[in-house]
């Protein structure tokens, strides 16, 4: 069964630092780009990042750009969230999401994981 | 930076069609998705590619695309069908993605 389980989030001061983890189950992982999507208290969803199957190409919302960074480790199934100088508004549920095939969306996602900045 | 736009809230009555709405100017020359998020959990692909419905969907559920609008319609909305509705696309360059959003679909 396909299965995402992401983990790494807890309470961080501002201006600190956190890496968030996703370890994929059930498909070959090497084959699907991967995403982090996150969702603010109350709010909407937010695309984040986005790294393709082989870790060539990674695609950033501007209001991360440069602080945080995604990678991924096709040995261990698992893909990363490096988040650098974390803001009070980066607080969120950050999910991962496996790409469609051959296709811009997600369709298997995880059950979240949760980053408070304060 | 690349928007699409989603009414906030739709609200039909049990068995009615509901449609929901988003709008983008990529739309014509990329795909919509859309997601359905009840609370406290995580989204679930309800349509892919305009109008592709993944398996395990029910019917009701059915994508389309015109111009810069795609339309998420339910048929015989039922009372679990209530949920927040997010479309998602790409920008012109395919590289950066959005979601819509949201509109939260009542169904009383």
């Known amino acids: 069964q396909v299965h995402l389980v992401e983990s790494g989030g807890g309470v961080v001061q501002p201006g600190r630092s956190l890496r968030l983890s996703c370890a994929a189950s059930g498909f070959t992982f090497s084959s699907y780009g991967m995403h982090w999507v996150r969702q603010a208290p109350g709010k909407g969803l937010e695309w984040v990042a986005v790294?393709?199957?082989?870790?060539?190409?990674?695609y950033y919302v501007d209001s991360v750009k440069g602080r945080f960074t995604i990678s991924r480790d096709n040995s261990k199934n698992t893909v990363y969230l490096q988040m650098n100088s974390l803001r009070a508004e980066d607080t969120a549920v950050y999910y991962c999401?496996?790409?469609?095939?051959?296709?811009?969306?997600?369709?298997?996602w995880g059950q979240g994981t949760t980053v408070t900045v304060s | 930076s690349y928007e699409l736009t989603q009414a906030p809230s739709v609200s039909v009555s049990p068995g009615q069609t509901a449609r929901i709405t988003c709008s983008g100017d990529a739309l014509p020359k990329k795909y919509a998705y859309w997601y359905q998020q009840k609370s406290g959990q995580a989204p679930v692909l309800v349509i892919y590619?305009?109008?592709k419905r993944p398996s395990g969907i029910p019917e009701r559920f059915s994508g389309s695309s015109s111009g810069t609008m795609a339309t998420l319609t339910i048929s015989g909305a039922q009372v679990e069908d209530e949920a927040d509705y997010y479309c998602y696309s790409t920008g012109s360059t395919g590289n950066h993605r959005v979601f819509g959003g949201g509109t939260k679909l009542t169904v009383l």
């Open positions: 999401a496996r790409e469609i095939e051959a296709s811009a969306g997600m369709d298997v």
């Open positions: 790294i393709w199957f082989d870790g060539s190409n990674k």
């Open positions: 590619e305009d109008n």
